[in-house]
């Protein structure tokens, strides 16, 4: 294990992670730190949750000087709730330095992020489209940045954002250090990336799977069909502590949010159509605890970081065994535990194969719980409830009334009639959620790139601006399908 102070990190940065209670550096960060300190381009890999923000985000404060009021590092990601956590990251740990990162993306005003460009922020986080917009209005000046980051690496190279990438790093002086970061990285996106860079170093922190041990992976087989009722089921036998779930289009997260709440949960949904206060607001409702369940589309699949996410559901099973990695990563972080239950239909199965082939991980196989599963797991939520507070809570003051109810009914039905109250009950309101075709597992060709995934919506996560000409999805001039941009 690597102690930080023998990285070669300054003292105003060591005192900052030690404020945030970071004692010792994890693996890809004790390997990174002192390589990108000498100066060197990297493409560091490593599984979710393992901290790759500090590794890419200490080297770069190290090399910025807070007095000069320019913009000195720059990291580019793929969502604009990802880039608020990393500007927010950064700042933490640049507390002690007078350095400052600002996050620069779309759907906020224009007039108020050029006015905070104004201020002089060393380090600037943003999402491509919005970044390119102010390049083009000179409301950003990028030819003094010396470390340029691409976080999520490989899907900022992939297709939807690579032609923006390419325009970014062309306005940034060739001297520049470029370091790249992802959980994943597909060779053919590898190529790209040493293209980009200056005989980059490769850190591959070295794990048997590309996902994390301690999160358990199962699958259950089940018709579309049943899926809803399938993971209201689980939600009450475990009853998780914050919840996401992945959906493949929009449509199905409103449907499956909505359908949620009408059936007792607090859920809500989160997709690239939304507005951005609303998708801020959302978030942090469940990050407050205020909302158990969060339903997403793959926007929310990369980067984010949500302590007290035990469970992950694939509603919808991802095409890309990639974006699996990334999803299930929402759980499992920092070294806690988590679980990933995947939902597949009878037509899906070669598709499981995949995910496990590419990922190196193995799912176990659950058998779709019983209504009567469920019951009897939100009456366990229940019994602990009851225990905990009879370990902690004075209840003498109940006795007498107690006693009372004990003298008209035997115990078990008084115990059971509080349980009965205190035990959420079964709604069975019916929820009709649309089908969804099945993902099929394409013979001869690589599945992942023929993949027209949107994440994003129609519209990309730009809310109709930007949005016409070029690369718009649909076929490229080779005829290969293309990933839709995700313009921000
Ligand atoms: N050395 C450390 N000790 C303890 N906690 C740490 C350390 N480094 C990072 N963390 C914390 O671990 C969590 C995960 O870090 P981070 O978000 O950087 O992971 P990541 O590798 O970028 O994951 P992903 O691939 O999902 O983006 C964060 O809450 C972060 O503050
Ligand atoms: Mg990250």
Same mark, same amino acid.
């Given at each position: 294990?690597?102690?930080?102070?023998?990285?070669?990190?300054?003292?105003?940065?060591l005192?900052?992670?030690e404020?945030?209670g970071?004692e010792?550096?994890?693996?890809?960060?004790?390997?990174?730190?002192?390589?990108?300190?000498?100066?060197?381009?990297?493409?560091?890999?490593?599984?979710t949750g393992?901290?790759?923000?500090a590794?890419?985000?200490?080297?770069?404060?190290?090399k910025i000087?807070?007095k000069?009021r320019?913009?000195?590092?720059?990291?580019?990601?793929?969502?604009?709730?990802?880039?608020?956590?990393?500007?927010?990251?950064?700042n933490?740990?640049?507390k002690?330095t007078?350095?400052?990162?600002l996050?620069?993306?779309?759907?906020?005003?224009?007039?108020r992020?050029?006015k905070a460009?104004?201020?002089?922020?060393?380090?600037?986080?943003a999402?491509?489209?919005?970044?390119?917009d102010?390049?083009?209005?000179?409301?950003?000046?990028?030819?003094?940045?010396?470390?340029?980051?691409?976080?999520?690496?490989?899907?900022?190279?992939?297709?939807?954002?690579?032609?923006?990438?390419?325009?970014?790093l062309?306005?940034?002086?060739?001297?520049?250090?470029?370091?790249?970061f992802?959980?994943?990285?597909?060779?053919?996106?590898?190529?790209?990336?040493?293209?980009?860079?200056?005989e980059?170093?490769?850190i591959?922190?070295?794990a048997?799977?590309?996902?994390v041990?301690?999160?358990?992976?199962?699958?259950?087989?089940?018709?579309?069909?049943?899926?809803? @009722?399938?993971?209201?089921?689980h939600?009450?036998?475990?009853?998780?502590?914050?919840?996401i779930?992945?959906?493949? $289009?929009?449509k *199905?997260?409103d449907?499956?949010?909505?359908?949620?709440?009408?059936?007792?949960?607090?859920?809500e949904?989160?997709h690239?159509d939304?507005?951005?206060?609303?998708?801020?607001?959302?978030?942090?409702?469940?990050?407050?605890n205020?909302? #158990?369940?969060?339903?997403?589309?793959?926007?929310?699949?990369?980067?984010l970081?949500?302590?007290g996410? $035990?469970?992950?559901?694939?509603? #919808?099973?991802?095409q890309?065994?990639?974006?699996?990695v990334?999803r299930?990563g929402?759980t499992?972080r920092?070294?806690? $535990?988590?679980?990933?239950?995947s939902f597949?239909t009878?037509?899906?199965?070669?598709?499981?194969?995949?995910i496990?082939?590419?990922?190196?991980s193995?799912m176990k *196989?659950l $058998?779709?719980?019983?209504?009567? @599963?469920?019951? *009897?797991?939100?009456?366990?939520?229940?019994?602990d409830?009851?225990?905990?507070?009879?370990?902690?809570?004075?209840?003498k003051?109940?006795h007498?009334?107690?006693n009372?109810?004990l003298e008209?009914?035997?115990?078990v039905t008084?115990?059971?009639a509080?349980?009965?109250?205190l035990?959420k009950?079964?709604?069975d309101?019916?929820?009709?959620?649309?089908?969804a075709?099945?993902?099929?597992?394409?013979?001869?060709?690589d599945?992942?790139?023929?993949n027209?995934?949107r994440p994003?919506?129609k519209?990309?996560q730009?809310?109709?601006?930007?949005?016409?000409?070029?690369n718009?999805g649909? *076929?490229?001039?080779?005829?290969?399908?293309?990933?839709?941009?995700?313009?921000?």
């Amino acid at each position: 294990m690597t102690k930080f102070n023998e990285l070669g990190i300054s003292n105003p940065i060591l005192k900052a992670l030690e404020n945030m209670g970071f004692e010792e550096a994890t693996p890809i960060q004790a390997e990174t730190i002192p390589l990108a300190m000498e100066g060197n381009d990297v493409i560091g890999q490593a599984q979710t949750g393992t901290g790759k923000t500090a590794a890419f985000g200490i080297p770069m404060l190290e090399k910025i000087d807070p007095k000069q009021r320019k913009v000195q590092g720059l990291v580019v990601a793929p969502t604009r709730e990802l880039a608020i956590q990393v500007a927010e990251e950064l700042n933490r740990i640049a507390k002690f330095t007078g350095i400052r990162a600002l996050s620069v993306f779309g759907g906020q005003h224009m007039d108020r992020q050029i006015k905070a460009l104004k201020d002089g922020p060393q380090i600037v986080v943003a999402t491509p489209g919005r970044l390119l917009d102010h390049m083009r209005r000179k409301t950003i000046r990028i030819d003094m940045v010396e470390v340029a980051i691409l976080d999520e690496a490989d899907e900022m190279l992939n297709m939807g954002f690579i032609d923006d990438i390419r325009d970014i790093l062309k306005g940034i002086p060739e001297e520049r250090q470029t370091l790249l970061f992802s959980a994943t990285m597909p060779k053919e996106i590898r190529d790209i990336a040493t293209n980009l860079m200056k005989e980059p170093k490769e850190i591959k922190v070295k794990a048997k799977e590309m996902t994390v041990e301690n999160i358990d992976q199962y699958f259950i087989e089940i018709p579309e069909k049943f899926k809803f @009722d399938t993971l209201n089921n689980h939600l009450d036998i475990n009853s998780p502590e914050l919840a996401i779930v992945f959906a493949r $289009t929009k449509k *199905r997260v409103d449907e499956v949010a909505e359908g949620l709440q009408t059936r007792g949960y607090r859920a809500e949904g989160i997709h690239g159509d939304l507005t951005q206060g609303k998708r801020m607001s959302v978030l942090n409702k469940f990050k407050n605890n205020r909302v #158990d369940v969060l339903v997403a589309t793959d926007v929310a699949a990369r980067g984010l970081d949500i302590s007290g996410v $035990t469970h992950v559901y694939n509603f #919808d099973i991802p095409q890309d065994p990639e974006s699996y990695v990334h999803r299930i990563g929402r759980t499992g972080r920092a070294g806690r $535990t988590g679980e990933a239950i995947s939902f597949i239909t009878p037509r899906e199965m070669a598709h499981l194969q995949v995910i496990e082939r590419t990922t190196k991980s193995k799912m176990k *196989r659950l $058998t779709p719980p019983t209504n009567q @599963d469920a019951q *009897r797991g939100q009456q366990q939520v229940t019994l602990d409830k009851i225990r905990k507070t009879i370990e902690k809570a004075e209840l003498k003051s109940y006795h007498e009334t107690a006693n009372e109810l004990l003298e008209d009914h035997d115990s078990v039905t008084v115990i059971s009639a509080a349980l009965k109250m205190l035990t959420k009950e079964r709604r069975d309101t019916p929820v009709k959620i649309s089908s969804a075709a099945p993902i099929s597992v394409k013979k001869g060709k690589d599945n992942r790139r023929s993949n027209n995934k949107r994440p994003f919506g129609k519209r990309g996560q730009g809310g109709g601006r930007n949005q016409g000409g070029r690369n718009q999805g649909g *076929r490229n001039r080779k005829g290969n399908f293309q990933k839709r941009r995700n313009r921000d």
